[in-house]
Nanobody, 124 residues
Framework: VQLQASGGGLVQAGGSLRLSCAAS????????LGWFRQAPGKEREFVAA????????FYADSVKGRSTISRVNARNTVYLQMNTLKPEDTAVYYC??????????????????WGQGTLVTVSS
C-alpha cells in the first residue's frame, strides 16, 4: 500500500484543517487506516483510525470531539477533519495502514505502511 498525505499548513488557533491521505496499490477492504502525529522532540502518537470496511472509528482523547476521520471508498482516500485547533496540535501528521485484526490500532506496531507526513502548524 502506498500512502500520500497532504493538506497540512499554517493555521491560527481555533481554525480548521482537513488532511487527506490517498492510498494506492491494494484494495483497502482488509485494512485500518490511521493518522498519527509527531511533534518536535516527542514520540509519534496516535490521533485517529478508521476501519475501511465497517467505518468504525477510533480517536485519541486529545482530539476526540474536535476531529473527524472519514473515508471515501471511490477515491481510496481517508480524511482527517480537525477543528478548534490548538498550538499543541502542531506536528507532522502521518497516515498509515494496518491489516485488520493485527493488534491495537492506537499503537504504532500494527501499521505496516506509512505515508511521508504533512506538517501542521498552529499559531497562538
Amino acid at each position: 500500500v502506498q500512502l500520500q498525505a497532504s493538506g497540512g499548513g499554517l493555521v491560527q488557533a481555533g481554525g480548521s484543517l482537513r488532511l487527506s491521505c490517498a492510498a494506492s496499490g491494494r484494495t483497502l477492504s482488509s485494512y485500518i487506516l490511521g493518522w498519527f502525529r509527531q511533534a518536535p522532540g516527542k514520540e509519534r502518537e496516535f490521533v485517529a483510525a478508521i476501519d475501511w470496511t465497517s467505518g468504525v472509528t477510533f480517536y485519541a482523547d486529545s482530539v476526540k470531539g474536535r476531529s473527524t476521520i472519514s473515508r471515501v471508498n471511490a477515491r481510496n482516500t481517508v480524511y482527517l477533519q480537525m477543528n478548534t485547533l490548538k498550538p499543541e496540535d502542531t506536528a507532522v501528521y502521518y497516515c498509515a495502514a494496518a491489516r485488520r485484526l493485527s493488534g491495537d490500532y492506537r499503537t504504532i506496531r500494527p501499521y505496516d505502511y506509512w505515508g511521508q507526513g504533512t506538517l501542521v502548524t498552529v499559531s497562538s
